[in-house]
């Protein structure tokens, strides 16, 4: 009599059935960050108080202001992405999420509406005599202000309360290792308090401790958006995701 020794099998590796939805979600979250130069790109208008009359080329100015759409698309693009999985987890956080990017664009394109205004303007003037040098002036600075405005509330304060409900989400579900919406859950406040101070003219919009209180919320978003672009969500904690019924 042969005796045959039994094979055991081992289990199959479990794999991340929303793999495509954390590429998606992580590449989105890496393109919002194509208009790091734009600060410096724009700060030419701020520079050059001639630059409506003319003074200096435009051309960095519309590439920048090209890249900040593509930021506001990107930007809603991961809250679109990411909502039937933030859902799952906390329906009004995953709301609150999608509100909040959805704003947050519209700020970004009110900002490079009144950029692209600014170049129209300088177009105009360059083909006009005896144009009213202190109006044109004053006109610029105005449209310089109103994009320094939209980008308080836009780029910096909106950041801080995505990071309050997707790291809320990260946090709770374990979708991604929890020192990463850590970073945003702590980051967060500090940007807050940062933007309210520079709301209430405390300090400078590129103080020092401004920039410095937007760090963390920074890292956390690319750290986020290469975690999943490379590794996507933890398969066990996908599985652990409690169903859409149970959440309501």
């Known amino acids: ?74 930007g809603v693009g991961t809250a679109v992405v990411l909502f039937p999985v933030a ?3 906390s329906e009004s956080a995953a709301l609150g999420f999608v509100t909040s990017r959805v704003l947050e664009a519209a700020g970004i394109l009110l900002g490079v509406v009144s950029v692209l205004t600014l170049v129209s303007l300088r177009h105009d003037v360059a083909g006009t005599a005896g144009a009213d040098r202190a109006s044109l002036l004053t006109t610029g600075h105005t449209l310089a202000a109103v994009y320094d405005n939209a980008f308080l509330l836009s780029q910096s304060l909106a950041p801080a309360i995505n990071a309050l409900c997707l790291g809320y989400v990260m946090y709770r ?27 209430f003219g405390v300090l400078d919009r590129s103080a020092a401790i401004a920039v410095f209180a937007a760090l963390p919320v920074a890292v956390w978003e690319l750290s986020l958006g290469i975690y ?18 149970a959440v309501r």
């Open 173 to 199: 579900s374990g979708l991604v290792p929890r020192i990463l919406p850590t970073l945003g859950l702590i980051g967060a406040p500090l940007l807050l308090a940062a933007d309210l101070a520079v709301f």
């Open 1 to 74: 009599m042969s005796i045959t020794a039994g094979t055991s099998t081992a289990p199959p590796p479990v794999t991340d059935p929303l793999r495509r939805t954390s590429r998606a979600a992580g590449i989105f979250y890496l393109i919002t960050f194509v208009s790091i130069p734009t600060l410096a790109v724009y700060q030419g208008i701020h520079d050059q108080a001639d630059f409506v009359l003319g003074a200096g080329s435009d051309t960095g100015v519309l590439w920048a202001a090209l890249s900040e759409v593509v930021v506001a698309i990107a």
């Open 228 to 245: 999943l672009t490379f590794k996507g969500f933890r398969p066990a904690a996908v599985a652990a995701l409690p169903s859409v019924q």
């Open 87 to 89: 859902k799952r987890q």
